[in-house]
C-alpha cells in the first residue's frame, strides 16, 4: 500500500525548533522530489520547501529561507524538515507530497501524506 505518512509536528515556543519526517511504504522516495507544503486556517495551501530525486536541487519559499531545511535518507526511505527560529506564523498543518518535478506548485504532486499539526505559540 502506498503512503506517505509526516510525523513530528507540535506545540512549540516562538524561537524553538522542530524536525518533520516524512516516511514512505510503497514508494521509493529516491526516484521522487519531494515537497513540504502547509496550510494554516483559512488560508491557501503554499509550498514550503523541495529536494529533487538526485538531492542536486533544493528549493524553498522566501519566508523560511535561513530557517528551514530540508534533507533526505535514502536508506531510511525518509525525507526530513528541519525547521529552527520558529515564529507564531508558521503555524499551520505540514503536508509532505511526492512528484516528479522540483516546483514549490502543489499540482505538480500525485501523492500526500495527511499532514501534521505545527503550532508556534508562547
Known amino acids: 500500500q502506498l503512503q506517505l505518512v509526516e510525523s513530528g509536528g507540535g506545540l512549540v515556543q516562538p524561537g524553538g525548533s522542530l524536525r518533520l519526517s516524512c516516511a514512505a511504504s510503497g514508494l521509493n522516495l529516491a526516484y521522487y522530489t519531494v515537497g513540504w507544503f502547509r496550510q494554516a486556517p483559512g488560508k491557501d495551501r503554499e509550498g514550503v520547501s523541495c529536494?529533487?530525486?538526485?538531492?542536486?536541487?533544493?528549493k524553498y519559499a522566501d519566508f523560511v529561507k535561513g530557517r528551514f531545511a530540508i534533507s533526505r535518507d535514502i536508506a531510511k526511505n525518509t525525507v526530513y524538515l528541519q525547521m529552527n527560529n520558529l515564529k507564531p506564523e508558521d503555524t499551520a498543518i505540514y503536508y509532505c507530497a511526492a512528484g516528479d518535478r522540483n516546483e514549490l506548485d502543489s499540482n505538480l504532486y500525485d501523492y500526500w501524506g495527511q499532514g501534521t499539526q505545527v503550532t508556534v505559540s508562547s
Open positions: 529536494i529533487s530525486s538526485l538531492s542536486a536541487n533544493i
